[in-house]
């Protein structure tokens, strides 16, 4: 079983919609939970980090994390064409490295 | 804030020479820094992790002595393929953290070995 499994889509959404991107994960020493949106040829940028589980919003964006499941989400409300990206998800433990899913190709439509 | 650079953007050479890749934090100092490599629509891969002053941690299955990796002071880093091949050719990222514990990314480089 792989440390993060993310499912790498293609995920293709009206503008407008509600995308739910999620990760589960297997090790239960995670406690730092990270998204990351990445344009075509570029490095990845950070759009949420949380510790721990809960929830935490940011303009359109939430994050929620459930560690009794080791799920973690990502949603987008109003979903805009400049969305279109892939999305990763990243986890670290007590070390310093960085765990990430495969990506997440989403395309929102005009 | 929490800018990361990098330079060159992309880079064309030729199969034997080596390239140098420059990675800045441009707005805050960067304790440690990491260096990634991306091949097409692949997720991230750690090559090795690098402390201000101190020899860089590389990952099983990266060759240190062809991916040597310098970490002069709290914002500057370099990741040098040495005598690099077709192989080689991939897309380099570097990422930072500051004083957190969330890391920023540079926008990569682009490297073809001809």
Wanted: glycine residues 8%; positive net charge.
């Amino acid at each position: 079983q792989k440390e993060v499994e993310q499912d790498p889509g293609p995920l293709s959404v009206p503008e407008g919609a509600i995308v739910s991107l999620n990760c589960t994960y297997s090790n239960s020493a995670f406690q730092y939970f990270m998204w990351y949106r990445q344009y075509s040829r570029k490095g990845p940028e950070l759009l949420m980090y949380t510790y721990s589980s809960g929830n935490k919003e940011d303009g359109r964006f939430t994050a929620q994390v459930d560690k009794s499941s080791k799920y973690i989400s990502l949603f987008i409300r109003d979903s805009q064409p400049s969305d279109s990206a892939t999305y990763l998800c990243a986890m670290r433990g007590g070390s310093e490295k960085l765990v990430f899913g495969k990506g997440t190709k989403l395309t929102v439509n005009p | 804030g929490a800018v990361v650079s990098q330079h060159p953007s992309w880079v064309i050479c030729k199969s034997g020479t080596s390239v140098k890749i420059e990675c800045r934090s441009l707005d805050f100092q960067a304790t440690t820094m990491f260096w990634y490599r991306q091949f097409p629509k692949q997720s991230l891969m750690l090559m090795a992790t690098s402390n201000e002053g101190s020899k860089a941690t590389y990952e099983q299955g990266v060759e240190k002595d062809k991916f040597l990796i310098n970490h002069a002071s709290l914002t500057l880093s370099t990741l040098t393929v040495t005598s690099a091949h077709p192989e080689d050719s991939s897309f380099y990222i570097c990422s930072a953290r500051e004083a957190g514990w969330a890391q920023y990314f540079g926008p990569g480089t682009r490297l073809l070995v001809l």
